[in-house]
């Protein structure tokens, strides 16, 4: 009877754990659970010809094993990205010297984008940290500018770097939409990027980016050329396949130009 006794109330304190560990298997399974990202882009390789005035680069994306009530809720962000090549940028600073205007002092960057448009789901200040957008180089005023050589100055440092990104967005090369981002069904989005006119050639590089609630989760990548086409193309290979050939020809067609000129509008 007593070890009867013994062995029921060994069942009933075990009870509560094993219950325990049935409710936790579920929610271990569901922790483990990690959120996906793909993408796609309308085209590969976009073709630049003489009459190019830039255009718009739609980019495809589903997000996967979501959780349905964050998603409800507005939880889940993307921010799209197509970065340019990256190459050595200088920024010069020009200064009144005896009446002229001459550059005086310069900063060089280091391989940064030669051109930068970012698509996002809302404000990059309302999805995470700066800090966070600074440690991933998310969002044009998170870009690295890393100074070449002897700074000298440290305080001109950021005068430098607010000028560089002043320049590249006059310039219409770097550019930012808050709400280029949209979810056109419960895990698809579609983002919209705007291509420069003067856009530069080479291999440039679409990002994705997830995050969950204020949290990194995953990004992803896709290559997309950029080439000239027609008869830029073929003076673009010219002059880097065959450039003395390539000098000589500029310098003879200059002096035709000269002389046709001067026989056009000579006075008798």
Do not use: C
Request: hydrophobic fraction near 45%; proline fraction near 4%.
């Amino acid at each position: 009877m007593h070890r009867f006794l013994a062995a029921l109330l060994s069942i009933v304190l075990l009870l509560p754990t094993a219950a325990m560990a049935q409710m936790l298997l579920p929610g271990q399974a569901a922790q483990s659970k990690t959120e996906g990202l793909e993408i796609g882009t309308s085209t590969s390789e976009i073709a630049i010809t003489s009459d190019f005035r830039g255009a718009d680069l739609t980019i495809f994306g589903a997000v996967t094993n979501t959780d349905s009530l964050l998603l409800a809720i507005g939880q889940y962000d993307v921010v799209v990205v197509l970065e340019g090549p990256r190459e050595n940028a200088t920024v010069r600073r020009k200064e009144r010297v005896f009446g002229v205007w001459m550059n005086t002092r310069s900063m060089t960057f280091e391989a940064v984008p030669h051109s930068y448009s970012m698509s996002s789901s809302r404000m990059l200040d309302d999805i995470t940290t700066p800090l966070d957008l600074t440690d991933r180089g998310i969002g044009i005023d998170h870009i690295p500018l890393t100074p070449v050589g002897f700074v000298g100055n440290a305080s001109n440092l950021g005068e430098f770097r607010q000028a560089f990104r002043r320049l590249q967005e006059n310039g219409g090369l770097y550019d930012r939409d808050p709400s280029g981002v949209r979810f056109v069904s419960s895990s698809l989005f579609k983002a919209s990027l705007r291509l420069p006119a003067n856009i530069p050639n080479g291999v440039h590089t679409v990002r994705a980016y997830l995050f969950k609630s204020g949290n990194f989760i995953t990004e992803k990548s896709v290559p997309l050329r950029v080439i000239k086409t027609g008869i830029e193309q073929m003076i673009t290979d010219a002059a880097h396949s065959q450039p003395i050939a390539y000098g000589l020809v500029s310098v003879f067609l200059a002096l035709i130009t000269g002389w046709g000129a001067s026989v056009v509008f000579r006075k008798d």
